[in-house]
């Protein structure tokens, strides 16, 4: 089990989600995300409850923070958290601390939320939206797990004086055996294959990380494992994404892969993420608040109610669920609909809240 979500003491049909909206556009994909898991709670006789609290900028302006202790608390205290986006330009002169990614961070941190998923696969109806060549994407359907917590980017000594800059590029034993024992769990719910990316050939981390996931594997003999350099990664995975199945990596690495897999398939508004610990777990698209069309009932939400998909895979342990989520998209796209930011010429272009209920119609249907 990935993250606490089942808890035994439970009905496995109870769930509590903590949604946390945001700013921007962030409310009205989360209100999509909303709509979609109560059509799933009434047709398949769940018991979920939403408990919607402010974050990031919308917070800030009543409680002077971005990121309260009851809203941190509310999220230490149920199954699952549902985050839209923060931000925007009228918090952008804050001080760094006071500032709406110090929040993110900070509640990524307190969750204890290590391993980062994201899915790159296409949509069958989008194959020709891509800068690949169709023929190159079409079937393309792996999975990145990013290390999230450790790594250059929180690794002591670090610094810079007026003649240099610094970082240290740390792993600890635990760190990369818990990453890698996720990263062959996932495998094994997959195709089996796992590629192993790091920089083994220049960075002693690198080695260090590279012995640690073979350990690991000894647990795991059914999947195969390879190690890949980076910068091969990088250009794999533009040539031949459909090579993959699971990668995992550090957070460094993991941070610009997972950018380049997820808009070889599409826009910002379709790519969902999970960010997951051995205690809680916390989904949200990869898009930013986008100040640029809040309010305008313009935002494509794919992206969020996709991420729902992913709660009720990792957290609550209901891929048949997921699946039909996943299904529902995929027919709403097929029937020709796009929001604005995923339209060709000659599409039909349509709202936040049409695309939405011709979703939820399809999951009623389905
Ligand atoms: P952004 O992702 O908000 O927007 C980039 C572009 O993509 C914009 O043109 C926007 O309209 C479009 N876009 C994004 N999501 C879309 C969607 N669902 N549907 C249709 N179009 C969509 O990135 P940005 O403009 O660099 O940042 C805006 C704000 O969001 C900033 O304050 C930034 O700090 C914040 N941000 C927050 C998060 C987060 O909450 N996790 C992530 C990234 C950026």
Same mark, same amino acid.
């Given at each position: 089990?990935?993250?606490?979500?089942?808890?035994?003491?439970?009905?496995?049909?109870?769930?509590?989600?903590?949604?946390?909206?945001?700013?921007?556009?962030?409310?009205?994909?989360?209100?999509?995300?909303?709509?979609?898991?109560?059509?799933?709670? !009434?047709?398949? @006789?769940?018991?979920?409850?939403?408990?919607?609290?402010?974050?990031?900028?919308?917070?800030?302006?009543?409680?002077?923070?971005?990121?309260?202790?009851?809203?941190?608390?509310?999220?230490?205290?149920?199954?699952?958290?549902?985050?839209?986006?923060? @931000?925007?330009?009228?918090?952008?002169?804050?001080?760094?601390?006071? /500032?709406?990614?110090?929040?993110?961070?900070?509640?990524?941190? !307190?969750?204890?939320?290590?391993?980062?998923?994201?899915?790159?696969?296409?949509?069958?109806? =989008?194959?020709? &939206?891509?800068? =690949?060549?169709?023929?190159?994407?079409?079937?393309?359907?792996?999975?990145?797990?990013?290390?999230?917590?450790?790594?250059?980017?929180?690794?002591?000594?670090?610094?810079?004086?007026?003649?240099?800059?610094? $970082?240290?590029?740390?792993?600890?034993?635990?760190?990369?055996?818990?990453?890698?024992?996720?990263?062959?769990?996932?495998?094994?719910?997959?195709?089996?294959?796992?590629?192993?990316?790091? +920089?083994?050939?220049?960075?002693?981390?690198?080695?260090?990380?590279?012995?640690?996931?073979? !350990?690991?594997? /000894?647990?795991?003999?059914?999947?195969?494992?390879?190690?890949?350099?980076?910068?091969?990664?990088?250009? %794999?995975?533009?040539?031949?994404? +459909?090579?993959?199945?699971?990668?995992?990596?550090? $957070?460094?690495?993991?941070?610009?892969?997972?950018?380049?897999?997820?808009?070889?398939?599409?826009?910002?508004?379709?790519?969902?993420? &999970?960010?997951?610990?051995?205690?809680?777990?916390?989904?949200?698209?990869?898009?930013?608040? &986008?100040?640029?069309?809040?309010? %305008?009932? +313009?935002?494509?939400?794919?992206?969020?109610?996709?991420?729902?998909?992913?709660?009720?895979?990792?957290?609550?342990?209901?891929?048949?669920?997921?699946?039909?989520?996943?299904?529902?998209?995929?027919?709403?796209?097929?029937?020709?609909?796009?929001?604005?930011?995923?339209?060709?010429?000659?599409?039909?272009?349509?709202?936040?809240? !049409?695309?939405?209920?011709?979703?939820?119609?399809?999951?009623?249907?389905?």
């Amino acid at each position: 089990m990935l993250a606490k979500a089942i808890n035994p003491e439970k009905s496995k049909r109870m769930f509590t989600i903590v949604s946390l909206p945001g700013d921007g556009i962030g409310p009205e994909v989360v209100a999509s995300a909303v709509q979609v898991i109560d059509v799933l709670e !009434e047709k398949h @006789g769940l018991e979920i409850s939403i408990e919607e609290h402010l974050f990031g900028g919308a917070s800030y302006d009543v409680h002077g923070e971005m990121l309260t202790d009851e809203t941190l608390a509310a999220c230490k205290n149920c199954d699952s958290v549902l985050l839209g986006a923060v @931000g925007g330009p009228k918090w952008e002169n804050l001080p760094h601390e006071k /500032k709406p990614e110090a929040a993110l961070l900070k509640i990524r941190k !307190e969750l204890g939320l290590f391993a980062n998923f994201r899915p790159a696969k296409v949509y069958g109806a =989008l194959v020709d &939206a891509s800068s =690949l060549k169709p023929e190159i994407l079409s079937g393309t359907d792996f999975m990145v797990i990013r290390e999230l917590t450790g790594g250059i980017y929180f690794g002591q000594p670090r610094g810079y004086d007026d003649n240099k800059g610094w $970082n240290t590029m740390v792993y600890e034993k635990y760190e990369v055996e818990r990453i890698a024992r996720l990263g062959f769990e996932t495998a094994m719910k997959r195709k089996k294959r796992l590629v192993s990316i790091d +920089k083994a050939n220049v960075l002693e981390c690198s080695q260090f990380w590279r012995n640690m996931v073979h !350990e690991v594997h /000894k647990d795991f003999p059914e999947v195969e494992v390879t190690d890949m350099y980076v910068d091969n990664a990088a250009m %794999q995975i533009v040539r031949d994404p +459909k090579q993959f199945d699971v990668i995992v990596t550090k $957070n460094l690495f993991g941070d610009i892969l997972s950018d380049i897999s997820g808009m070889i398939t599409g826009s910002l508004g379709m790519l969902p993420s &999970a960010s997951i610990g051995s205690e809680h777990a916390l989904y949200e698209p990869i898009h930013g608040s &986008a100040p640029d069309i809040a309010g %305008q009932n +313009k935002a494509n939400p794919i992206a969020t109610i996709a991420s729902v998909a992913m709660m009720f895979e990792h957290s609550f342990s209901m891929q048949h669920i997921a699946d039909e989520i996943y299904r529902a998209i995929e027919k709403v796209l097929e029937s020709g609909m796009r929001t604005a930011d995923i339209a060709n010429a000659g599409d039909r272009i349509v709202s936040t809240t !049409e695309i939405t209920d011709a979703v939820t119609a399809s999951l009623k249907t389905s």
